[in-house]
């Protein structure tokens, strides 16, 4: 059976494991490989494809939220004032003459219930990061740059969130392989229990299939604007009752064979 069909089967069918034990290390891998693909398709790749629907991508996403801006022989002008505030950032920028900021020192009692800050005026910029705030004025950077500017860099912001999305894949991918690891130790103790003789690595290739079900329910909650608590949990001790639910179907049709 084919990669897909193998999907399907793993969710629902547990006496198909048993003929998942006969297949070759490369096609365990390649099922793998494949299915960490249509996860990460369902939690990366479409909420990024609404995003871009939803807002004009990022193109029109900056035309719409940024103001035209310019910075040029040490001086910042924005074309209107933006205040930005959560529980835990705050960012203020007003260029106005008559509006400025204090040096940085003298404004640390104002930034204090904020972990991350970014103050802005005509002159100079204000951050607070790690603890430290620290000025910068604009007319030591050396730097010309405007709106225009800025949108001229969006092609490699989409080439930088391609190369990002390829890590995060990568690095969920080794997780996945990983995360497996655990399960098939959970395997251990079921098959003990159980009285299966099976060895560590039939058990990790039984994890392989066992975290279809868990990762594809993940997945999907990820697109809802709840979760469930403790999913963390729910998630390997799912994959424990299907790797136990194939054990005693496997030890079902081992007994047939010999009668």
Same mark, same amino acid.
């Given at each position: 059976?084919?990669?897909?069909?193998?999907?399907?089967?793993?969710?629902?069918?547990?006496?198909?494991?048993?003929?998942?034990?006969?297949?070759?290390?490369?096609?365990?891998?390649?099922?793998?490989?494949?299915?960490?693909?249509?996860?990460?398709?369902?939690?990366?790749?479409?909420?990024?494809?609404?995003?871009?629907?939803?807002?004009?991508?990022?193109?029109?996403?900056?035309?719409?939220?940024?103001?035209?801006?310019?910075?040029?022989?040490?001086?910042?002008?924005?074309?209107?004032?933006?205040?930005?505030?959560?529980?835990?950032?705050?960012?203020?920028?007003?260029?106005?003459?008559?509006?400025?900021?204090?040096?940085?020192?003298?404004?640390?009692?104002?930034?204090?219930?904020?972990?991350?800050?970014?103050?802005?005026?005509?002159?100079?910029?204000?951050?607070?990061?790690?603890?430290?705030?620290?000025?910068?004025?604009?007319?030591?950077?050396?730097?010309?740059?405007?709106?225009?500017?800025?949108?001229?860099?969006?092609?490699?912001?989409?080439?930088?969130?391609?190369?990002?999305?390829?890590?995060?894949?990568?690095?969920?991918?080794?997780?996945?392989?990983?995360?497996? @690891?655990?399960?098939?130790? @959970?395997?251990?103790?079921?098959?003990?229990?159980?009285?299966?003789?099976?060895?560590?690595?039939?058990?990790?290739?039984?994890?392989?299939?066992?975290?279809?079900?868990?990762?594809?329910?993940?997945?999907?909650?990820?697109?809802?604007?709840?979760?469930?608590? @403790?999913?963390?949990?729910?998630?390997?001790?799912?994959?424990?009752?299907?790797?136990?639910?194939?054990?005693?179907?496997?030890?079902?049709?081992?007994?047939?064979?010999?009668?």
């Amino acid at each position: 059976m084919n990669i897909f069909q193998e999907m399907v089967l793993s969710v629902y069918s547990f006496k198909s494991y048993r003929e998942f034990l006969k297949n070759k290390k490369l096609k365990v891998f390649c099922y793998g490989i494949v299915f960490m693909m249509i996860y990460f398709f369902l939690t990366m790749i479409l909420p990024f494809a609404e995003a871009q629907i939803r807002y004009g991508g990022i193109s029109g996403g900056f035309q719409e939220n940024i103001p035209d801006f310019e910075l040029r022989n040490g001086r910042l002008w924005v074309a209107r004032a933006v205040e930005y505030e959560s529980a835990a950032a705050y960012v203020y920028i007003d260029t106005d003459p008559n509006s400025f900021f204090y040096e940085a020192y003298e404004m640390e009692d104002y930034l204090r219930g904020y972990r991350s800050a970014v103050l802005m005026d005509s002159e100079k910029m204000i951050v607070k990061s790690n603890g430290q705030v620290q000025g910068i004025y604009f007319s030591d950077l050396d730097v010309n740059f405007d709106k225009e500017d800025l949108m001229r860099l969006i092609p490699y912001v989409y080439v930088g969130i391609g190369a990002m999305m390829i890590f995060v894949y990568l690095w969920e991918t080794a997780l996945y392989f990983f995360g497996v @690891l655990f399960v098939a130790l @959970l395997g251990m103790i079921v098959a003990s229990c159980m009285k299966c003789r099976l060895t560590f690595g039939q058990l990790y290739l039984l994890g392989i299939y066992s975290r279809t079900l868990p990762l594809l329910v993940k997945g999907l909650l990820e697109l809802l604007p709840f979760g469930i608590p @403790l999913y963390f949990i729910a998630n390997f001790g799912l994959s424990a009752l299907i790797i136990g639910c194939a054990i005693n179907r496997i030890q079902e049709q081992e007994k047939t064979a010999v009668y």
